[in-house]
């Protein structure tokens, strides 16, 4: 029997949702933490949505934000030119790293030791964690501002993605430009899947794919409506994708075929990313929400139940809710 | 016609009253037990941690020999607000929330019998003679 997918929405935030990020899988479970132009980052339990802490501190916009494998420390990025890293179990801020200018983009090293920013100052800094005080390394080599970097190749090598329209791959011993990659429009979004040393970009309608190592062009998927974000299944069968017509859209990776659109959102979609377990998938929103689709529609998972046909006509299934009530943000 | 997929209830939202970061829940008990972060958590090697460990006892055990042996002594206590006051230190509750003292000169006279409460002490002085 056919299944509608239900999206579960996220509420709590106030205005448009930026950026997300999934921890690693934990004893405890997997985390997801949300950047949001109010400010207040928002980290929640990942397979339901719970929300479990709001990170207090940032006095601007938080245009990105990361947790480390383990989901013991969270990183953000602010348009109050910091960057912050914070206790991710008490919610405590632990560091402030002062820039000149907007701040885009964080991300950790495998190790957690090492903090890599980018924003719109241009540069990108590398900030050791176990000597805070210690000035920051800095790249310099973009023209525009940085819009996301990640550490890639084992944490050998950084990935930036900038509005001068190029993507720039570098060692990160000798700090120099290994690859560039050029494109006639900006870059909306990158994703970096470790194992398969796979690149997701985004641009225009466009959703590339690439080798992370050697820059080279796996394919290339055209969706219906500008997309700003992606995200590869662990199991690289699918990826989903979101942007400017609100809808996400779901594709065979192998064969390129476009399989569900879904709508939900009330506004533009600008962050899409798989769960560790590729289970489900969350999607940050204009709207300021962020929901959570399942990747197989009607299994068990987290709060999603199967009801099997007969037990739907039950008197005893108060506690089921077919249709979900609407929150209004 | 197809059936939407039903759910158990909706994600939790946000507590109006609080930040969050539960300490009552088994992450924040299992990772967060100490009030002064240990190496661990930021993850520096193993072998640290008994230096740590050892360092953190040798510590705690002079901090109770001192109160040991400031008993029926006169200590001076330098507390916020700019106070000074001098006492004779009788003994300390178990969680070193307050000091037990007699004796204790303030300004606007001397108390025979005082608790100070000790979250408002920035240091304390006493002659071990």
Same mark, same amino acid.
């Given at each position: 029997?056919?299944?509608?997918?239900?999206?579960?929405?996220?509420?709590?935030?106030?205005r448009?949702?930026v950026?997300?990020?999934?921890?690693?899988?934990?004893?405890?479970?997997?985390?997801?933490i949300?950047?949001?132009?109010?400010?207040?980052?928002?980290?929640r339990?990942?397979?339901?949505?719970?929300?479990?802490?709001?990170?207090?501190g940032?006095?601007?916009?938080?245009?990105?934000?990361?947790?480390?494998?383990d989901?013991?420390?969270a990183?953000?990025?602010?348009a109050?030119?910091?960057?912050?890293?914070?206790?991710?179990?008490?919610?405590?801020?632990?560091?402030?790293?002062?820039?000149?200018?907007?701040?885009?983009?964080?991300n950790f090293?495998k190790?957690?030791?090492?903090?890599?920013?980018?924003?719109?100052?241009?540069l990108?800094?590398l900030?050791?964690?176990?000597?805070?005080?210690?000035?920051?390394?800095?790249?310099?080599?973009?023209?525009?501002?940085?819009?996301?970097?990640?550490?890639?190749?084992?944490?050998?090598q950084?990935?930036s993605?900038?509005?001068d329209?190029?993507?720039?791959?570098?060692?990160?011993?000798?700090?120099?430009?290994?690859?560039q990659?050029?494109?006639?429009t900006?870059?909306?979004?990158?994703?970096?899947?470790?194992?398969?040393?796979?690149?997701?970009?985004?641009y225009g309608?466009?959703?590339?794919?690439?080798?992370?190592?050697?820059?080279?062009?796996?394919?290339?998927?055209?969706?219906?409506?500008?997309?700003?974000?992606?995200?590869?299944?662990?199991?690289?069968?699918?990826f989903?994708?979101?942007?400017?017509?609100?809808?996400?859209?779901?594709?065979d990776?192998?064969?390129?075929?476009?399989?569900?659109?879904?709508k939900?959102?009330f506004?533009p979609?600008?962050?899409?990313?798989?769960?560790?377990?590729?289970?489900?998938?969350?999607?940050g929103?204009e709207?300021?929400?962020?929901?959570?689709?399942?990747?197989?529609?009607?299994?068990?998972?987290?709060?999603?139940?199967?009801?099997l046909?007969?037990?739907?006509?039950?008197?005893?299934?108060?506690?089921?809710?077919?249709t979900?009530?609407?929150?209004?943000? | 016609?197809?059936?939407?997929?039903?759910?158990?209830r909706l994600?939790?939202?946000?507590?109006?009253?609080?930040?969050?970061?539960?300490?009552?829940?088994p992450?924040?008990?299992?990772?967060?037990?100490?009030?002064?972060?240990?190496s661990?958590?930021?993850?520096?090697?193993?072998? &640290?941690l008994?230096?740590?460990?050892?360092?953190?006892? #040798?510590?705690? *055990?002079?901090?109770? $020999? !001192?109160?040991?042996?400031?008993t029926?002594?006169k200590?001076q206590?330098?507390?916020?607000e700019?106070?000074?006051?001098?006492?004779t230190?009788g003994?300390?509750?178990?969680?070193?929330l307050?000091? &037990?003292?007699?004796?204790?000169?303030?300004?606007?006279? #001397?108390?025979? *019998?005082?608790l100070i $409460? !000790?979250?408002?002490?920035?240091?304390f002085?006493?002659?071990p003679?």
């Amino acid at each position: 029997m056919a299944m509608r997918q239900t999206p579960l929405t996220c509420s709590g935030h106030t205005r448009p949702v930026v950026d997300l990020a999934f921890s690693g899988i934990t004893p405890y479970g997997y985390f997801l933490i949300s950047a949001c132009k109010d400010g207040k980052p928002m980290m929640r339990q990942g397979d339901t949505g719970d929300w479990i802490g709001t990170f207090l501190g940032h006095k601007g916009a938080v245009w990105g934000a990361t947790l480390n494998t383990d989901a013991t420390k969270a990183a953000t990025a602010a348009a109050d030119f910091t960057a912050k890293v914070w206790d991710a179990v008490s919610g405590d801020e632990v560091l402030t790293l002062a820039h000149k200018h907007i701040v885009k983009t964080v991300n950790f090293t495998k190790d957690s030791t090492c903090l890599l920013t980018g924003g719109n100052d241009k540069l990108l800094r590398l900030y050791d964690l176990i000597n805070p005080e210690a000035a920051p390394q800095e790249i310099a080599g973009h023209t525009s501002a940085i819009k996301k970097a990640l550490w890639c190749n084992n944490d050998k090598q950084i990935l930036s993605a900038a509005d001068d329209k190029t993507i720039r791959l570098w060692d990160r011993s000798s700090m120099e430009e290994v690859k560039q990659l050029k494109f006639d429009t900006a870059v909306s979004s990158m994703e970096y899947l470790a194992d398969g040393e796979i690149l997701v970009i985004t641009y225009g309608k466009t959703i590339g794919f690439y080798n992370a190592l050697s820059l080279d062009l796996i394919k290339t998927v055209d969706a219906p409506a500008p997309i700003n974000s992606a995200s590869l299944h662990p199991d690289k069968d699918f990826f989903v994708a979101g942007g400017e017509d609100f809808k996400l859209y779901k594709f065979d990776y192998g064969t390129k075929e476009e399989l569900e659109s879904y709508k939900g959102h009330f506004g533009p979609v600008h962050c899409v990313r798989f769960s560790p377990d590729g289970e489900l998938y969350a999607s940050g929103s204009e709207d300021g929400t962020l929901r959570l689709w399942q990747t197989a529609v009607g299994k068990t998972y987290g709060l999603w139940k199967c009801v099997l046909p007969e037990e739907l006509g039950l008197e005893n299934s108060e506690q089921l809710y077919t249709t979900p009530p609407e929150i209004k943000a | 016609m197809a059936t939407p997929v039903s759910v158990l209830r909706l994600p939790k939202g946000p507590d109006p009253n609080s930040r969050g970061f539960d300490p009552k829940s088994p992450r924040f008990i299992a990772l967060c037990r100490t009030s002064i972060a240990t190496s661990a958590s930021s993850e520096t090697n193993a072998e &640290q941690l008994p230096i740590e460990q050892h360092a953190r006892s #040798v510590l705690r *055990e002079t901090f109770l $020999r !001192c109160l040991l042996s400031m008993t029926n002594k006169k200590v001076q206590f330098l507390m916020h607000e700019r106070v000074k006051v001098e006492a004779t230190f009788g003994a300390s509750d178990i969680d070193v929330l307050n000091f &037990q003292v007699s004796d204790l000169h303030t300004p606007i006279g #001397v108390q025979k *019998e005082a608790l100070i $409460r !000790c979250q408002d002490v920035i240091s304390f002085t006493f002659d071990p003679v």
